[in-house]
């Protein structure tokens, strides 16, 4: 059987602090208040929101009236703003401090980015409007496209996926159209060790199978392994660069050109591609095509989980089989859309459609507008501050925590730490929980998974010299703490809004939905 | 520039802490030929807030938004009123910009959502279990006939003919690269549905038949034949929810017997936004939910013992199965599905269903209104905020030529199916409760001076 | 009865020509808190060294290859509910699944109590 070792332990052990501050009899305390969820807490015959009485007229339902009692309780609205508001606290964020989450690239959202989204002209109008109704919009998609392009030393982009994941699927789409229309049936797809997920995923959902490449011991693509491997059966190579130890893959051209000599195509992962904006174009590289997440380098806002977008740069080679719709700036300047009914004429080789419309509109405005304010020159300024800053944290606390591969050299814009030389019995997982404590959110942790108790730290370009220090700080502290065995490390948090929740529980018995609790009793 | 706090000395300072002389020696591992000595030819350099915010609002200007005209339009997307609270709450910080709650002890806010959105689809949606989201409802939509693959162990599904031809766009993309079969013709103008070819198509190797409700063409009926037919033959149920208002007023399609729901959230807080970002709904009977993709959040105790909320189930996902996961969906639509959650919470059962009753009722206005244009056929018999208009001419055209006199008339089936000749009069009208009785007869007369 | 363990952490009990098959103590034990375990459908055929059942943690799902070649006669239905019985008991009520054995010579080379325990003494 296969065996996975790696990772964090699921399950806490039960705490019982002798100094803990009595209880109260609300539960609440001070400003951490205790919220109950909406079904324990409002009616079904509360409303938040008035409408005018509806006018008279005959159900066209027949017999399909809804009749049952839909179980959906209602608040009013102060009530509303205050039960979000309320659970907003028990959140962490970016507006309250550092995020050092890596390859997620949590930098600060500028709010301009959020009044433009809202402007009428782009929040109020549907997708389906006859084009000369919305050339504003389609104009927002075409600059954004100019400017990914150029910024990537790319062909064409597309526009349409949804999200990091959506943009690898368009990726492969492209590659996998473009080697059927030479009539090449290639089956395999080529994914390093510390890929991230997605991409073997992406890879087996595409119906090609994946096989792993081999790092070498400092961090990289063993090339050697790679250049064996490739052969008449290989379609692509994913690659993550920087890749995710937080590392320049030195050999990127190379590989590249060994992967185009065997007909094959490079997909390169763009989620980290905040550390070379504007200093590097993965067009110079010999990249066939790159996702890039809006959500990460240009800053619209993760959300708690989404949404995203996942734009795709193309070579040249793969630029005619992009999604549909495509948009086409003509000659007198205005914007011409592609779709079903023009794509013969106009783009004969696309894959198609992948999703309903035309993309994370909401996205392309936000990210746009980060773009134009920081110009060419503020985005070079972004990746050289975000590498600045990783560098920063590695080689002020790499005399504490072990960093695997702080001896070859630089990082690019994120820290790796490991696990090695804690005290017996003490993890990644103490010093991250430890981490909460003293008011930060947590690195990225046991990822990638080719470092044993993976630490990947990226401070992202928009933290403070003063910020960084006092993270520093606590990772410092909490390194010594967990190499001298401080028992009290592995009750952390004690100040967060919950301890260490038990997933054990949650996976064994999932509990996806609440009933009441008279109906849960009768169902046991 | 303005977001970026590191003054020139912390970077001299820094650099002296690296032991690297200059930024430069922090890209030494970027070949020679690759890296770029200045800033990229033919880009302007950074602009202030003030003429940023000039230059996109005079790109907004650029297009007539929905409440600048009277408006018509829905296939998928549909114009609604979303209350002033839930944009307010939405751009809370720590709901805006906190991450993925992979940290659940300071995520309890995002996660306690997520479990209150899950319970609000899937009692909405009539199932069991939903997930917390996915991108849309087109990608949704191609999620569950994979789901039914990966269910059944069978690959032919059976398509609607009333489903959103984009969504079956997105799925007949997909097909061509994993090897399922889709059955699927174009809608004919008729007020009946396609359940009975659908039944008469299902066979032993159908994996699920897909069906909207109410569909493209706003068209409803009852499901309960087509999910007996599929569960005889072995097969699932798939209903395609694209307007969820609906559900305040019409049964439900789990109640029907579907056995996945997905649907189209955006109806509820998101707004239009040019068709993105919005929000895929995904539920199930709970015996499938490992076979659900997507995150899923449930209900734990912390060390203390006191209820918390975690994700779970995660095995599932890409990021442990990697290429076994039921799909590669990472990032999905969360600050979509606390906009939907929080405006559901505002209506509550009461205020959707009232939400839904005038939805309708303003429908059957217009729907009367409309039938009686001279030359102009109401198509259906049945339908909840959405109805299909025959035309004696071209609706495409006659579309674009009512933009041009600033009516937004609706969606005409040429631009949704432009292969399908024999639909090029038909224009599908939504009505909702933000269409007033001005705006139905400022198009009925604009209809009337077109046609003539 | 005879009880065999293979290198990748399962044993086999074989009766006539039934072999129960789970996987090992020390392997629950390195797997830590399982979550679910999915068991092939009965009637089902495997090849030596096919997938034939998952078990999961929280945090990662793990194959379990088929250490023999046969059809699947029964599956330890209460695992459904009890996962944690691979945890408490990973060598008897925990077992996962029973195959009428195709190919007894399969089990030859395979190791015993005591070489699986130098086995897994020298990882």
């Known amino acids: 059987m296969t065996m996975l070792k790696e990772g964090r332990p699921t399950a806490p052990t039960p705490v019982e602090d002798a100094h803990m501050a009595p209880a109260t009899a609300t539960g609440n305390r001070a400003l951490m208040l205790e919220e109950k969820l909406i079904f324990e807490i409002g009616s079904t015959d509360t409303t938040g929101v008035d409408f005018a009485d509806a006018p008279q007229a005959a159900s066209r339902f027949g017999s399909l009236a809804r009749t049952d009692g839909i179980g959906l309780p209602g608040l009013s609205e102060q009530e509303t703003v205050r039960h979000y508001t309320r659970l907003s606290r028990q959140n962490y964020a970016i507006d309250l401090g550092l995020f050092p989450l890596g390859s997620c690239t949590m930098k600060h959202n500028p709010r301009l980015n959020e009044k433009v989204a809202r402007m009428p002209g782009f929040a109020d109008i549907h997708p389906l409007q006859p084009q000369s109704t919305v050339q504003g919009a389609l104009g927002v998609i075409n600059e954004l496209a100019v400017w990914l392009i150029t910024l990537t030393g790319m062909h064409g982009v597309a526009m349409t996926p949804k999200a990091g994941a959506h943009g690898e699927l368009c990726g492969l789409l492209c590659i996998r159209a473009a080697l059927e229309a030479r009539g090449d049936a290639r089956q395999v797809v080529l994914v390093p060790e510390s890929a991230h997920g997605t991409n073997p995923a992406t890879a087996a959902f595409c119906g090609y199978k994946v096989e792993d490449i081999p790092a070498t011991p400092d961090g990289r693509v063993d090339l050697e392994a790679l250049k064996t491997r490739l052969g008449p059966d290989v379609a692509a190579v994913m690659i993550t660069n920087p890749n995710t130890c937080g590392l320049f893959e030195r050999d990127m051209k190379v590989i590249s050109d060994a992967v185009h000599a065997a007909g094959a195509f490079v997909y390169c992962d763009g989620a980290n591609f905040n550390a070379i904006v504007g200093r590097v174009r993965p067009g110079d590289l010999g990249v066939d095509a790159m996702h890039i997440n809006l959500h990460k380098t240009f800053s619209t806002p993760h959300g708690g989980g989404g949404p995203g977008s996942g734009p795709v740069v193309l070579s040249e080679a793969l630029s005619p089989f992009g999604p549909l719709p495509y948009t086409v700036r003509m000659a007198d300047g205005t914007i011409h859309l592609i779709e079903e009914d023009n794509v013969g004429e106009e783009m004969p080789q696309s894959f198609g459609r992948m999703s309903a419309f035309h993309g994370q509109m909401g996205m392309f405005t936000r990210a746009l507008t980060y773009i134009l304010s920081h110009g060419a020159d503020g985005l070079r300024q972004v990746a050289e501050d975000a590498v600045l800053n990783a560098n920063y944290v590695l080689r002020s606390l790499e005399d504490v925590l072990d960093a695997p591969f702080g001896a070859s050299g630089p990082c690019m814009h994120e820290a790796l730490f490991s696990d090695k030389g804690l005290a017996e019995g003490f993890t990644t997982l103490d010093i991250a929980k430890g981490l909460i404590d003293e008011g930060f959110h947590p690195m990225t942790m046991y990822f990638p998974l080719v470092v044993h108790g993976a630490m990947l730290v990226e401070p992202t370009e928009t933290e403070s010299k003063a910020a960084l220090d006092q993270f520093i700080l606590a990772l410092r502290s909490l390194a010594e703490r967990a190499k001298a065995g401080d028992e009290a490390l592995k009750g952390a948090p004690y100040h967060a809004p919950r301890r260490r929740l038990d997933e054990t529980l949650a996976a064994r018995k999932p509990v996806l939905s609440w009933s009441e609790p008279d109906l849960a009793d009768a169902a046991e | ?452 | 009865m005879s009880r065999y363990f293979t290198d990748e952490h399962e044993w086999i009990d074989v009766e006539g020509e039934i072999a129960t098959v789970g996987i090992t103590d020390y392997a629950q034990e390195q797997l830590g808190d399982i979550v679910f375990v999915e068991l092939p459908a009965e009637g089902t055929t495997f090849e030596k060294g096919d997938d034939a059942a998952v078990v999961e943690s929280v945090k990662a799902a793990s194959d379990v290859y088929a250490p023999i070649s046969g059809e699947v006669v029964e599956t330890n239905s209460a695992l459904e509910d009890e996962p944690a019985l691979v945890n408490s008991d990973a060598e008897e009520d925990g077992w996962f699944f029973k195959l009428r054995l195709t190919d007894a010579t399969e089990l030859e080379g395979l190791m015993n109590e005591a070489a699986y325990k130098k086995f897994v003494a020298s990882l």
């Open chain 2, 1 to 452: 520039m303005r977001y970026l706090p590191l003054t020139d000395g912390d970077r001299q300072a820094m650099l002296a802490t690296i032991g690297a002389a200059s930024i430069d020696d922090l890209f030494v591992d970027v070949p020679a030929e690759a890296r770029l000595a200045g800033t990229i030819p033919g880009l302007p350099d950074h602009a202030s807030e003030m003429a940023v915010e000039r230059h996109m609002a005079a790109l907004a200007r650029k297009n007539l938004s929905a409440g600048e005209a009277p408006f018509f339009l829905g296939a998928g997307a549909y114009k609604h009123h979303v209350p002033a609270s839930v944009d307010h709450l939405i751009q809370r910080g720590e709901f805006l910009t906190a991450y993925t709650p992979y940290q659940p002890e300071i995520a309890q806010g995002t996660l306690q959502v997520l479990f209150e959105f899950q319970t609000q689809v899937a009692r909405l949606l009539g199932c069991d279990v939903a997930n917390a989201s996915m991108y849309d409802g087109s990608t949704a939509c191609w999620e569950a006939i994979g789901m039914a693959r990966r269910i059944t162990k069978r690959g032919k599904a059976i398509l609607s003919s009333g489903l959103h031809p984009h969504y079956v766009s997105v799925a007949q993309t997909m097909a061509k690269f994993t090897g399922d079969e889709l059955a699927y013709t174009t809608p004919e103008l008729d007020s009946e549905c396609d359940s009975s070819k659908l039944i008469a198509a299902i066979d032993k190797d159908t994996s699920c038949v897909v069906v909207q409700y109410p569909d493209i063409l706003g068209r409803i009926e009852d499901l309960t034949a087509l999910a007996d037919a599929a569960h005889a033959a072995g097969a699932l149920l798939i209903a395609v929810v694209t307007e969820p208002v609906a559900l305040g007023a019409i049964k439900a399609p789990g109640a029907m017997g579907a056995d996945i729901v997905v649907g189209e959230g955006q109806s509820l807080g998101v707004g239009l936004q040019f068709g993105g970002p919005y929000l895929g709904l995904f539920a199930c009977k709970q015996k499938y939910v490992r076979q659900m993709p997507g995150r899923l959040c449930g209900e734990t105790v912390d060390a203390a013992g006191k209820r918390g909320f975690v994700l779970t189930l995660s095995t599932r996902e890409q990021h442990i199965r990697r290429e076994k996961a039921t799909s590669n969906i990472c990032t999905n639509s969360g600050l979509c599905a606390l906009a939907f959650s929080i405006h559901m919470t505002l209506l509550g059962e009461k205020g959707l269903r009232q939400l839904a009753g005038l939805n309708h009722a303003l429908a059957c206005q217009a729907a009367d209104r409309l039938a009686k244009v001279p030359g102009v056929t109401l198509m259906n018999d049945s339908f909840f905020n959405e109805f299909t208009l025959i035309l004696p001419t071209d609706a495409r055209e006659a579309v674009r030529n009512l933009a041009d006199r600033g009516i937004l008339a609706g969606v005409s089936l040429g631009r949704l199916f432009p292969t399908a000749p024999d639909l090029a009069n038909g224009l599908v009208v939504a009505v909702t409760e933000t269409t007033t009785a001005e705006d139905i007869d400022a198009l009925a007369k604009a209809l009337e001076e077109e046609l003539a």
